[in-house]
């Protein structure tokens, strides 16, 4: 790949680059405005590309910035008491990166000579911090195919559940995300899934549908790009929101709205 490619223009990840679970951070790097390698990115780096998607500053950064905290045991990390959508909203206009500790990929050793923290993009794969079971586009970690190269036969599931065939809706990603909870209960006996892997399953689509759609629909064609080629949906059409950029509110109201379309009840059964 010539080193000259402006920023901003896309090309597919060159052999070796380092790549994440997350389409949209692919499609960050592979436009430029993450490091193409995908190696040695720094939180400043990360936290401006969040405003190549339209997101506000403050959304980003509540991203982009614990991100870069310790890794944390999964084990520990799946004993957090989950809470609601709008007591995260509240702690997080107190302290907006607080809440977010268990979003942490860092490793100590990964520091360069001048002192600043990196990750390499696959370090977004570790699991149990931002990385759960259940994603719409990858398997799991428990399975063969791992948790960080994407299935194109997911892929293609995911843009069959139009209802129409043209745009995906809020309740045809609630019912994507039904089927594919039944899917890996039954083929992946080592899932861990409970309703904090839920409402970041659930966050993960509601920052699509506000920064690639209009909160309740998206087009098929830009789910298309940005899953199969890892690439912002440009050519299609889309422009990133200028004006009005997706800040909290917004996006906890569309956590809240998808986890209740989706439904799913997480309650054991009482014990005798
Ligand atoms: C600092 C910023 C971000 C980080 C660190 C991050 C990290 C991740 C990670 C680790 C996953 C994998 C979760 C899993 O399925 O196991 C993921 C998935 C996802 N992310 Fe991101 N992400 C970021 C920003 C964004 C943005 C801005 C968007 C959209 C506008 C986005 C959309 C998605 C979607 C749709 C998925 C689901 C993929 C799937 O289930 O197959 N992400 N992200």
């Known amino acids: ?13 060159p052999a070796d680059a380092s790549r994440s679970p997350c389409p949209v951070v692919n499609a960050l790097a592979n436009h430029g405005y993450l490091e193409r390698s995908g190696r040695e990115i720094y939180v400043e780096d990360l936290n401006a590309a969040m405003g190549h998607v339209g997101m506000s500053p403050l959304l980003g950064s509540v991203f982009a910035v614990p991100t870069y905290f310790e890794y944390h045991n999964p084990a520990l990390a799946y004993m957090r008491k989950p809470v609601g959508a709008w007591q995260r909203a509240w702690s997080l206009i107190g302290n907006p990166y607080s809440f977010f500790d268990y979003f942490g990929c860092w490793n100590e050793k990964q520091v360069t000579d001048h002192g600043r923290k990196y990750l390499n993009l696959v370090d977004l794969a570790s699991h149990g911090a931002i990385e759960h079971d259940i994603s719409l586009s990858r398997r799991d970690i428990g399975q063969e195919e791992g948790n960080n190269e994407p299935q194109s036969d997911l892929i293609k599931e995911m843009l069959t559940c139009s209802s129409d065939g043209k745009s995906l809706t809020v309740d045809d990603l609630a019912a ?9 209960l039954k083929d992946n006996p080592e899932l861990v899934y409970g309703p904090a892997e839920h409402q970041v399953n659930c966050g993960q689509l509601a920052l699509m549908m506000g920064c690639f759609g209009d909160g309740k629909t ?6 298309k790009a940005i899953f199969e080629e890892e690439r912002l949906p440009v050519e299609e059409g889309w422009t990133k929101r200028a004006w009005w950029t997706m800040g909290l509110l917004e996006f906890f109201g569309a956590v809240s709205n998808l986890v209740t379309k989706v439904n799913v009840n997480f309650d054991l059964p009482a014990v005798a």
């Open 1 to 13: 790949m010539p080193a000259s490619l402006p920023i901003g223009q896309y090309a597919k990840a």
């Open 176 to 184: 994507f995300i039904k089927a594919r909870i039944k899917r890996q």
């Open 218 to 223: 998206i087009p098929v064609s830009y789910v």
